[in-house]
């Protein structure tokens, strides 16, 4: 048994933990709420061009027959794939970066094409530099402040890489925020961009029957559209994970400062014991000894 000098030092460094966590719990729920204020404040504009990009979509703009609209609409049969993989830049959030990986792995190894990686996080981006599979770029420090300008430079450099047929397909792997104790572990296709795609947002097709006039045309207008909404797809996933690492932090953290609670109502209680018995132990000592003294 531990005596009671290492018991006391071990609940004092338990509490010391205790503190931390909690700290650190309070830290993640306050990034929690400005990561969802931004997604709120994102989500208007969003819906808008969602709308607009899905009627040009719809009407077929400037295609002929047997043809898509833009290149960025085109299907190609899928013989070389980029795999986006979203992960944090920072650990001690369950396993928010271990499923995300262990999903690229096993999408790696079920993909039938050549696939290569776009790591965004640095925890994703230190787990594949050790990895055979080729990675086209490494994104380590994105999550310090996610910025619009660092999506619109992904997006065109994917838009671009499609459109040039380096890929035939791209996708990306993330945590998708839904509330502060769920976390969607999600897998999407961000090209080729499908009519399924555009019509997934929650009344997205509402104006899809709509007639407008466009100017200077609807082509025009589709092909100044599709890499916005191809940037903000982006932008929403980066947001999302964001997002959804701060509230799996926060959870985490909560239950270990919990954990700690129990670890230390455990520890004093053997170490009241452990000092009550030396009590006793000493009390019977002297009462044999001044026993024996009588005697």
Same mark, same amino acid.
């Given at each position: 048994? &531990? @005596?009671?000098?290492?018991?006391?030092?071990?609940?004092? @460094?338990?509490?010391?933990? #205790?503190?931390?966590?909690?700290?650190?719990?309070?830290?993640?729920?306050?990034?929690?709420?400005?990561?969802?204020?931004?997604?709120?404040?994102?989500?208007?504009?969003?819906?808008?061009? #969602?709308?607009?990009?899905?009627?040009?979509?719809?009407? $077929?703009?400037? @295609?002929?027959?047997?043809?898509?609209?833009?290149?960025?609409?085109?299907?190609?049969?899928?013989?070389?794939?980029?795999?986006?993989?979203? /992960?944090?830049?920072?650990?001690?959030?369950?396993?928010?970066?271990?499923?995300?990986?262990?999903?690229?792995?096993?999408?790696?190894?079920? #993909?039938?094409?050549?696939?290569?990686?776009?790591?965004?996080?640095?925890?994703?981006?230190?787990?594949?530099?050790?990895?055979? /599979?080729?990675?086209?770029?490494?994104?380590?420090?994105?999550?310090?402040?996610?910025?619009?300008?660092?999506?619109?430079?992904?997006?065109?450099?994917?838009?671009?890489?499609?459109? %040039? $047929?380096?890929?035939?397909?791209?996708?990306?792997?993330?945590?998708?925020?839904?509330?502060?104790?769920?976390?969607?572990?999600?897998? %999407?296709?961000?090209?080729?961009?499908?009519?399924?795609?555009?019509? @997934?947002?929650?009344?997205?097709?509402?104006?899809?029957?709509?007639?407008?006039?466009?100017?200077?045309?609807?082509?025009?207008?589709?092909? %100044?559209?599709?890499?916005?909404?191809?940037?903000?797809?982006?932008?929403?996933?980066?947001?999302?994970?964001?997002?959804?690492?701060?509230?799996?932090?926060?959870? &985490?953290?909560?239950?270990?400062?919990?954990?700690?609670?129990?670890?230390?109502?455990?520890?004093?209680?053997?170490?009241?014991?452990?000092?009550?018995? &030396?009590?006793?132990?000493?009390?019977?000592?002297?009462?044999?000894?001044?026993?024996?003294?009588? $005697?």
């Amino acid at each position: 048994m &531990a @005596s009671l000098i290492d018991l006391r030092r071990r609940i004092r @460094s338990v509490k010391n933990t #205790q503190q931390i966590t909690k700290a650190m719990k309070m830290v993640a729920a306050a990034k929690l709420r400005r990561s969802q204020d931004r997604i709120l404040a994102a989500r208007p504009y969003a819906l808008q061009l #969602q709308k607009v990009t899905e009627h040009l979509a719809s009407q $077929g703009a400037g @295609s002929s027959e047997g043809e898509a609209a833009h290149p960025m609409l085109e299907t190609r049969a899928e013989k070389r794939v980029l795999l986006a993989v979203v /992960t944090g830049d920072k650990g001690l959030c369950g396993s928010f970066n271990t499923n995300v990986i262990r999903r690229a792995e096993q999408e790696i190894a079920e #993909q039938g094409a050549e696939v290569e990686l776009l790591l965004m996080g640095k925890r994703g981006a230190e787990y594949f530099s050790r990895r055979k /599979t080729p990675v086209r770029a490494a994104h380590r420090s994105l999550f310090v402040n996610v910025a619009k300008s660092d999506a619109d430079a992904i997006a065109e450099d994917l838009s671009k890489a499609y459109v %040039e $047929g380096e890929y035939d397909a791209v996708y990306v792997v993330y945590n998708q925020f839904v509330t502060a104790l769920r976390q969607d572990l999600t897998f %999407e296709r961000v090209l080729p961009v499908s009519p399924e795609d555009l019509e @997934s947002g929650d009344g997205a097709h509402d104006n899809a029957s709509a007639d407008y006039i466009y100017e200077p045309s609807a082509e025009a207008i589709l092909a %100044e559209l599709l890499p916005r909404f191809v940037s903000l797809q982006v932008y929403r996933v980066l947001l999302d994970s964001q997002a959804a690492e701060h509230a799996a932090r926060m959870t &985490a953290m909560d239950s270990a400062t919990k954990n700690a609670k129990d670890l230390i109502e455990k520890l004093t209680l053997i170490y009241n014991r452990s000092r009550q018995a &030396a009590i006793t132990t000493e009390l019977i000592e002297v009462v044999s000894g001044s026993a024996a003294l009588e $005697g």
